[in-house]
C-alpha cells in the first residue's frame, strides 16, 4: 500500500515562496497521475494542482485559476517524489496541502482534480501566508 508524506509547509510572509513535497513509499508513483489539493478550516477541500505520468502519451500539468503563473507541480520519478513551487504567495493561499494518488493508473488528471478515483491521501502540511 503506498503511503505519502507531504513536507515543505510553514510559515511564509505575501510575496514569498515554499516549495512542498509529496514523497511516496510503498509502491512507486511513476505510472500515476498526482494532484495538490489544500483546504481551509470550515471550506471544501479545493483541487490545486495535478502531473500526469511522465511516461503518459498525454502529459499534463492542471492548475487551478488562482495560482495559474505563480505555482509550478513537477515529479522525480527517481526519489518517487512530487513537487509543488509556490512562487508570489497570497494570504489567500493559507491552507493545509495534500497530495493524493489515485487508484487506478488509468486516472488522469481532470478525474482527480474533479475528485475521481482519489484513494491515498498525505497527511497534510499546513502552508500560512501572513502580513
Known amino acids: 500500500q503506498v503511503q505519502l508524506v507531504e513536507s515543505g509547509g510553514g510559515l511564509v510572509q505575501p510575496g514569498g515562496s515554499l516549495r512542498l513535497s509529496c514523497a511516496a513509499s510503498?509502491?512507486?508513483?511513476?505510472?500515476?497521475?498526482i494532484g495538490w489539493f489544500r483546504q481551509v478550516p470550515g471550506k471544501e477541500r479545493e483541487g490545486v494542482s495535478c502531473?500526469?505520468?511522465?511516461?503518459?502519451?498525454?502529459?499534463?500539468?492542471i492548475y487551478t485559476d488562482s495560482v495559474k503563473g505563480r505555482f509550478t507541480i513537477s515529479r522525480d520519478n527517481a526519489k518517487n517524489t512530487v513537487y509543488l513551487q509556490m512562487n508570489s504567495l497570497k494570504p489567500e493561499d493559507t491552507a493545509v496541502y495534500y497530495c493524493?494518488?489515485?487508484?487506478?493508473?488509468?486516472?488522469?488528471?481532470?478525474?482527480?482534480?474533479?475528485?475521481?478515483?482519489?484513494?491515498?491521501w498525505g497527511q497534510g502540511t499546513l502552508v500560512t501566508v501572513f502580513s
Open positions: 493524493a494518488a489515485p487508484s487506478t493508473p488509468v486516472a488522469g488528471c481532470h478525474d482527480l482534480l474533479g475528485f475521481r478515483y482519489l484513494e491515498v
Open positions: 510503498g509502491a512507486t508513483l511513476d505510472y500515476y497521475s
Open positions: 502531473i500526469s505520468s511522465l511516461s503518459s502519451s498525454d502529459f499534463e500539468t
